[in-house]
C-alpha cells in the first residue's frame, strides 16, 4: 500500500511558477514510478508527466506542458516533484499524484495508488 500526499498547489499569476510536492509512504518508494496528472472543470484527468524508478532515467511530459514542467524525484525524501514555469490560465486544475509499480507510463488506468490532489489556480 503506498499513501500519496500531494502540496503546493495555490493561486498564483500567469507566467508565475509553482513546485508541487507529492510525498510517498512507501518503504520501497525507488521501486515506483510516479506520475502527475491533472483535472480541469468539467474536463477529463489528463497526464502530466511521469518519471521511472531508481536508475531510471525515463521520464515523460506531455505536450502541454514540454519545456515548462520538470518531474523530477528525491528518493532520500520519497518525494516527487513538479516544477512549472511560465504558468498559463489553462493550467488552472486540480494536479493528482500518482505510484505505480516498477515502469511509468503515461495511461491513467495503469497507476494504482493516488494522491487527493492539490489545487492550482493560475490567473490571467
Known amino acids: 500500500q503506498v499513501q500519496l500526499v500531494e502540496s503546493g498547489g495555490r493561486l498564483v499569476q500567469a507566467g508565475g511558477s509553482l513546485r508541487l510536492s507529492c510525498a510517498a509512504s512507501?518503504?520501497?518508494?525507488?521501486?515506483?514510478?510516479m506520475g502527475w496528472f491533472r483535472q480541469a472543470p468539467g474536463k477529463e484527468r489528463e497526464f502530466v508527466a511521469a518519471?521511472?524508478?531508481?536508475?531510471?532515467?525515463?521520464?515523460y511530459y506531455a505536450d502541454s506542458g514540454t519545456g515548462r514542467f520538470t518531474i523530477s524525484k528525491d528518493y532520500a525524501q520519497s518525494t516527487v516533484y513538479l516544477q512549472m514555469n511560465g504558468l498559463k490560465a489553462e493550467d488552472t486544475a486540480v494536479y493528482y499524484c500518482?505510484?505505480?509499480?516498477?515502469?511509468?507510463?503515461?495511461?491513467?488506468?495503469?497507476?494504482?495508488?493516488w494522491g487527493q490532489g492539490t489545487q492550482v489556480t493560475v490567473s490571467s
Open positions: 512507501a518503504r520501497t518508494f525507488s521501486s515506483y514510478a
Open positions: 518519471i521511472g524508478r531508481i536508475n531510471s532515467r525515463t521520464t
Open positions: 500518482a505510484a505505480r509499480y516498477w515502469e511509468p507510463t503515461i495511461r491513467e488506468s495503469d497507476y494504482h495508488y
